[in-house]
């Protein structure tokens, strides 16, 4: 199948560690995506890895990719309220020319 | 460069009435796709399109129709529109990357 999966809410205090995860079923992309979708707004490229990629930090952002286990995260260090979004991640089926999201991780920092 | 445009942002329909959005985009991308976003369900790809003149079907198809007339535009028509048809819509153009245009909330009455 095609499945993307990832959990629906996670809530975090502001100033701690955020961790998103996201399960896929197809390990032939290149790369995969994570998205973020502010309130009332579209989709926005938030980082990307390279499927022969394990880490990959980019400032306050750090995807973990796990190939074996088809596993994905994202953590966002120093959690800030402007962090709240919906986080989405995405799988680009290269094969098929189609962009499969998962469900979404609504992202909620409280002071 | 605008990048990804969608008109109308909101519109209320009736049950059984027809209308078309539309993309448009000026980067000159051959890819472009058509989502809708439910709760709790992520976006999920209706139909999308490799280049001019061609369309193909995504995963949730059904109620929808689309051309590619210009290569700059996608249309997404609903020809006799339903309350599960509900959503906000998004198009997205592709090249090395995805851009999304800003989205239509649809709400069918």
């Known amino acids: 199948g095609e499945d993307v999966e990832q959990s629906l809410f996670l809530s975090v205090r502001e100033g701690d560690s955020s961790v998103i995860n996201c399960t896929y079923t197809?390990?032939?992309?290149?790369?995969l995506y994570w998205y973020k979708q502010e309130p009332g707004a579209g989709l926005q490229l938030l980082t990307y890895?390279?499927?022969?990629?394990d880490m990959k930090q980019d400032q306050r952002l750090t995807v973990l990719l796990n190939k074996k286990d088809k596993h994905l995260s994202l953590r966002i260090a120093d959690t800030q309220t402007g962090d709240s979004a919906i986080y989405f991640c995405?799988?680009?089926?290269?094969?098929?020319?189609?962009?499969?999201f998962g469900t979404g991780t609504r992202l909620q920092v409280f002071p | 460069n605008a990048g990804v445009t969608q008109t109308p942002k909101f519109r209320v329909l009736k049950t059984g009435q027809s209308m078309t959005l539309l993309c448009a985009q000026d980067?000159?991308?051959?890819?472009m796709y058509w989502y809708r976003q439910d709760p709790g369900m992520g976006l999920r790809l209706i139909h999308y399109?490799?280049?001019?003149?061609?369309?193909a079907k995504g995963e949730v198809p059904d109620g929808y129709n689309v051309s590619r007339l210009k290569k700059q535009n996608f249309l997404l028509g609903l020809e006799s529109a339903a309350p599960s048809q509900t959503s906000v819509y998004f198009c997205?153009?592709?090249?090395?990357?995805?851009?999304f245009g800003s989205g239509t909330r649809l709400t069918v009455v």
């Open positions: 399109s490799v280049g001019e003149g061609t369309t």
């Open positions: 997205a153009s592709r090249d090395y990357g995805y851009t």
């Open positions: 890895i390279f499927s022969n990629m």
């Open positions: 197809d390990s032939s992309s290149t790369y």
């Open positions: 980067m000159n991308h051959e890819y």
């Open positions: 995405a799988d680009p089926k290269e094969n098929t020319d189609k962009l499969i």
